[in-house]
Nanobody, 122 residues
C-alpha cells in the first residue's frame, strides 16, 4: 500500500558531500516522524537522524554538525544532506516513516525503504 523509494547514494571521497532523498507513495493519509538509519557491514542498524511532522530534529552524536535532515510534507519526502563525509559513514542508508494509510487511519505503521549504498573512500 505504501512504498518508500530512496535515491542519492554513491561513492564519494572523504570530505565530500552527498544528498539522500526518500519519497513515500501510495495510499497515504498522513505521515508522522520520518528518518534515516544506516547499517555498516558487520554492525547493527543505527539511527542517523529523524524529524517529526512539525520539523523537530534529532541526530546521532556521530553525525551532529555534519548531516542535516529535512522534509517536504507536501511531497511526502525526507532528505539527508551529508557533508564532511568520513570513511566511517560507509553503510547502507535506509529511509523510514511512520504512516497512517487511507485504509487504516487509526493505525500507524512503520515503513522502510530498500536502502541506498553510501561508500566513502579515504
Amino acid at each position: 500500500q505504501v512504498q518508500l523509494a530512496e535515491s542519492g547514494g554513491g561513492l564519494v571521497q572523504a570530505g565530500g558531500s552527498l544528498r539522500l532523498s526518500c519519497a513515500a507513495s501510495g495510499r497515504i493519509f498522513s505521515i508522522n516522524a520520518m528518518g534515516w538509519y544506516r547499517q555498516a557491514p558487520g554492525k547493527q542498524r543505527e539511527l542517523v537522524a529523524d524529524i517529526t511532522s512539525s520539523g523537530s530534529t534529532h541526530y546521532a552524536d556521530s553525525v551532529k554538525g555534519r548531516f542535516t535532515i529535512s522534509r517536504d510534507n507536501a511531497e511526502n519526502a525526507v532528505y539527508l544532506q551529508m557533508n564532511s563525509l568520513e570513511p566511517e559513514d560507509t553503510a547502507v542508508y535506509y529511509c523510514t516513516a511512520f504512516i497512517r494509510t487511507t485504509g487504516q487511519v487509526m493505525a500507524v505503521t512503520n515503513y522502510w525503504g530498500q536502502g541506498t549504498q553510501v561508500t566513502v573512500s579515504s
